[in-house]
């Protein structure tokens, strides 16, 4: 009898593996639908590299190019699956914002490869990131915005923000299917394109010559 206790725990491993896969096709299945509602409404479409891999979607949100993906990233010895959101943004400022906890500590490694890359450390104690960027005055101009930093208050599930090159990039820890559902991602967009416009509104203060770091109040939606 006890030969066949090896044999009969692997069987339990198998079925409870099999369990596990089911399940994450399905969720995967679950998205992919979901997605390619969402790309109905903005004009876009959905898609993915294979039948078992998460999906991705190309649009266009109120003129402003989008995209949302899933990214795996990797947090010492810790694998996190991201939800990803780039919004195109009509702004060259360049900055980053890492959420203070959670996942977003860089490996020791890495951290002279992000200075370099993205600046360093930007004093900002009204926000609940550590900012970065190469353009330290610039960067102090922005998070100085009273409007700015209510708004990112919104955003503290977000393990990072990347305002860069004309778009906005937004990344947080996968928490369920229920995220991608259209009401919900249509309401996340929203909250996104809000943040754009007050970081446009905060570049168009600068260009004209304005006091730097006033306020500005973003537009209303469809403005």
């Known amino acids: 009898m006890i030969s066949y206790i090896p044999l009969t725990f692997f069987g339990i491993i198998g079925v409870v593996g099999l369990a596990f896969f089911m399940h994450g096709f399905l969720n995967r299945q679950k998205i992919y639908a979901a997605f390619g509602e969402i790309a109905a409404r903005l004009s876009g479409s959905a898609g993915r590299s294979a039948i078992w891999a998460y999906p991705f979607l190309s649009g266009t949100y109120e ?6 993906f899933f990214h795996t990233s990797e947090n010492h010895t810790v694998s996190v699956l991201n939800l990803v959101v780039e919004m195109g943004v009509s702004s060259s400022d360049c900055l980053l914002l890492l959420q203070k906890e ?3 500590d860089p490996k020791p490694e890495n951290l002279a490869r992000l200075e370099e890359e993205v600046g360093p450390p930007v004093p900002a104690p009204g926000i609940r990131f550590d900012a ?4 330290l005055s610039r960067a102090r101009d922005i998070l100085s915005s ?8 919104e955003f503290a599930p977000y393990n990072q923000i990347l305002l860069w090159e004309g778009s906005l990039i937004l990344s947080k820890q996968f928490d369920g299917v229920f995220e991608t559902l259209p009401d919900a991602m249509m309401e996340t967009l929203g909250k996104i394109g809000t943040l754009a416009r007050c970081f446009e ?6 260009l004209r010559g304005g006091e730097r770091g006033e306020p500005i109040a973003p537009m209303r939606q469809g403005t």
């Open 63 to 68: 003129g402003r190019p989008l995209k949302i």
């Open 102 to 104: 959670g996942f977003r």
């Open 132 to 135: 970065r960027s190469k353009e």
């Open 146 to 153: 009273t409007e700015l930093v209510r708004l990112l208050s």
């Open 201 to 206: 509104g905060l570049s168009q203060t600068a």
